[in-house]
């Protein structure tokens, strides 16, 4: 579905034009060193468009020192410090000292005093930060304490007997907070925090849908933060708080960085569904309304998700998108066991257009459960803007009436990593890509970009010609198509090895028994009975009391003669 939104005010326009003028021009100027130029094109930007810009409000004390005016450098900082206060953000000190322009005033009184002054605060926040930082781990040892798996005695019962009580569990803490901070433990020596957004009236008998929210710029944080305060519920994230607030839902704003993120390397990824897993621990989350949503490398990481590890999630939505999977291949098929809904804009350098009309084509073509939503007019920072947020009402009216289906009766799944070899009840469990004939469904799935956008030195969009594939695909894959009916399973593959299947009560008649075929021959019949070790193991590592796997069948595709 393309759906266009028309600007029609043009004084709007005007003054998005002009706020990208002064400062592309700004910046312009400071590349050719007219540092005078610069200055005065970042101080028309504070003075008529945005005063509270820390961002601006540095450039031009910066450019005030390249013209070398003392008077105006001295100005411009105390403008940025008091910016940095106004927007929460008063641990700046490193980039006063290390900034080597500034040297033009390091000896002026007033600089001293000012630097001071910052230095004194910066500790006093730090103090105080610390004092926060152990509370919340004390308040989370104490939640955790009252957490589902200490309350819930698996050992307990029969199989059976077991099943029904995870499936009925409702004995979660009540909390009084509506924002909670918890720490994630990432290694044995380093952790980060997130930030949980409960509704109004949260009420710990009945469950709720969760929405997480991947922040972008994973490449350019390096920090472990030790708490996570409710500044990611403001600003470019007004829309999810005001519409999860409406429809009930709960947010949870993880923090990635660098090394462990979203996106990549690899290496992070298991954060999200372990982060899940945690939260399931002590709140009450309707499994099957898990949702994930991001922004540039965050909704490149929702995207991700989509294609590689989708089991836990309903639904995934993405604005400024690069819809590609950064390390592996992206077998687009995959999301036909899922839903995307993807915000583009006309003005985008990360994702062109054109190739979001291209891939919209494939999707269509595929009969996938997919949108997108197109503003033109906007650059990749989209939801800085108030017209943003028709596409959050959008997405909250989807994302209201979405439902995972765990035990879905058909299934088609395409990997080239077996680690993220699952999708719900089917499992990949090894790759055959060298023996193996490569079956004549196993395309691969590609198209072609020819345009790009590009900003040139004053931020104004142009498309450019360019030659390259929507996807890279760098390894051989395996695949699968499965489907199931009336406790038969038949299964299609091509260059797999291996391949498991989970069962369900909710799937299957264990009264009968089930039989499996594969590549057209009956690989397995006879009767399966409840495995609770399997189903309570299974059970600790996800927390999925919507999805409980109660046995298997391994099958290896090929066996040996």
């Known amino acids: 579905m393309k759906k266009t ?39 028309l930007f504070l003075a008529k468009v945005e005063s509270r810009s820390n961002m ?12 070398a005016d003392k008077e105006r450098t001295i100005a411009a900082i105390k403008i940025y410090v008091k910016n940095n206060y106004e927007n929460d953000y008063p641990i700046f000190s490193n980039r006063l000292i290390k900034e080597r322009a500034f040297d033009l005033v390091k000896d002026d009184e007033r600089y001293k005093n000012i630097l001071a002054a910052v230095i004194a605060k910066e500790n006093t926040i730090k103090a105080e930060e610390k ?13 955790e304490k009252e957490g589902l ?12 007997e077991t099943y029904n009580r995870i499936k009925a569990y409702n004995k979660y803490p009540q909390l009084k907070h509506e924002t909670i901070s918890l720490q994630f433990k990432i290694t044995d020596s380093l952790h980060t925090a997130f930030l949980i957004v ?23 944080n390096t920090g472990y933060p030790d708490y996570a305060d409710a500044r990611d519920t403001s600003g470019w994230n007004r829309y999810y708080t005001k519409y999860a607030t409406i429809n009930k839902v709960i947010m949870v704003y993880p923090m990635g960085n660098r090394d462990y993120n979203w996106m990549y390397p690899d290496n992070g ?54 819809p590609r999977v950064a390390t592996g291949g992206t077998y687009i098929r995959n999301l036909l066991n899922r839903s995307w809904f ?35 007019g906007f650059p990749h920072w989209f939801p800085q803007f108030n017209e943003s947020e028709p596409a959050y009402k959008l997405l909250f009216a989807d994302l209201t009436m979405r439902k995972r289906n765990p035990f879905r009766p058909n299934i088609s799944w395409e990997c080239d990593d077996v680690k993220y070899g699952r999708c719900d009840w089917l499992s990949i469990t090894a790759l055959d890509t060298t023996t193996a004939a490569k079956a004549a469904w196993q395309k691969p799935i590609n198209f072609r970009i020819n345009k790009w956008v590009v900003l040139d030195k004053e931020a104004k969009a142009h498309i450019v010609d360019t030659m390259m594939n929507g ?14 009916s009336n406790n038969i399973f038949n299964i299609e593959t091509s260059d797999v090895g291996a391949i498991r299947i989970y069962l369900s009560p909710e799937m299957v008649d264990f009264k009968k028994p089930v039989a499996v075929t594969i590549n057209g021959k009956q690989r397995f019949k006879g009767k399966v009975i409840y495995n609770k070790q399997f189903m309570t193991d299974g059970f600790e590592a996800t927390l999925d009391k919507a999805a409980l796997w109660v046995n298997y069948i391994d099958i290896v595709v090929k066996p040996k003669i």
């Open 5 to 43: 939104l028309l600007l029609m005010l043009f004084a709007f326009l005007f003054i998005s034009a002009k706020a990208q003028d002064y400062i592309a021009m700004g910046d312009s100027c400071f590349k050719t060193k007219n540092y005078l130029c610069a200055a005065q094109n970042y101080d």
């Open 56 to 67: 601006i409000a540095y450039k031009s004390a910066k450019a005030w020192a390249m013209a």
């Open 131 to 143: 004092n926060k930082a152990d509370s919340i781990v004390a308040f989370q040892a104490l939640l």
């Open 149 to 160: 798996l200490n309350k819930l005695d698996l050992d307990k019962g029969s199989a059976i």
């Open 198 to 220: 409960l509704p109004k009236d949260y009420d710990a008998h009945k469950s709720y849908r969760l929405l997480f929210f991947l922040h972008g710029a994973v490449s350019s």
């Open 269 to 322: 990824f298991y954060i999200i569904p372990a982060m899940l897993k945690q939260i399931k621990q002590v709140i009450n989350v309707d499994d099957n309304r898990v949702f994930i949503s991001g922004h540039s490398n965050g909704a490149t990481g929702s995207f991700s998700y989509a294609i590689k590890q989708p089991s836990l999630f309903t639904g995934f939505y993405g604005f400024n998108t690069r």
């Open 342 to 376: 993807n915000v583009s804009v006309d003005q985008d350098y990360y994702y062109p257009p054109a190739a979001h009309d291209s891939l919209d084509k494939v999707m269509k073509g595929l009969h996938a459960d997919y949108q997108d939503h197109r503003y033109n």
């Open 471 to 484: 996807f890279v695909y760098r390894k051989r894959s395996g695949a699968v198509k499965a489907a199931y």
